[in-house]
């Protein structure tokens, strides 16, 4: 229901970490709530976007750190996008849990593809790249 765009580096429990400028992660909410457990080995900031509208931008330090996303908006069906902001040297966030309203639940984007275009170096030659940074040619 989560989707990761960017380097990441997913563990064994299930945690996502990443440091590069640009990665964000989405998803889809019900509920009218949803936060973070995180730990920070510095301090990053992050945009926050609900249906598409910067709604906020968050900081995040600490180790295993309850961090509000969203919050006070209606509970219907909500686009969630957060974005690093920060350059890697700031810190690396691993996110270990998504915590919802008693009411609330993820669900993946809907009409997305998995896979965008990339491209590396001054070749042209195109590759494809999945949510996860798998690619291919």
């Not at 330090?61 to 350059?87: A, F, P, W, Y």
């Not at 700031?90 to 998504?98: L, V």
Request: charged share 25%; aromatic share 10%.
């Amino acid at each position: 229901a989560v989707r990761y765009v960017g380097r990441t580096l997913v563990s064994s429990d299930g945690s996502v970490s990443f440091d590069w400028v640009g990665t964000y992660w989405e998803t889809r909410f019900t509920g009218g709530r949803l936060s973070l457990i995180v730990s920070e080995t510095g301090t990053s900031y992050y945009n926050v976007f609900v249906d598409d509208e910067l709604h906020r931008v968050v900081k995040v330090c600490g180790t295993d750190t309850l961090i509000n996303v969203v919050s006070g908006i209606d509970k219907r069906l909500h686009s969630l996008r957060m974005q690093k902001r920060s350059e890697g040297e700031f810190g690396k966030t691993t996110i270990h849990r998504f915590v919802l309203s008693a009411s609330g639940q993820l669900q993946a984007r809907r009409g997305e593809s998995c896979c965008r275009p990339a491209f590396w170096g001054r070749s042209g030659r195109r590759r494809w790249r999945n949510s996860i940074g798998h690619c291919w040619s």
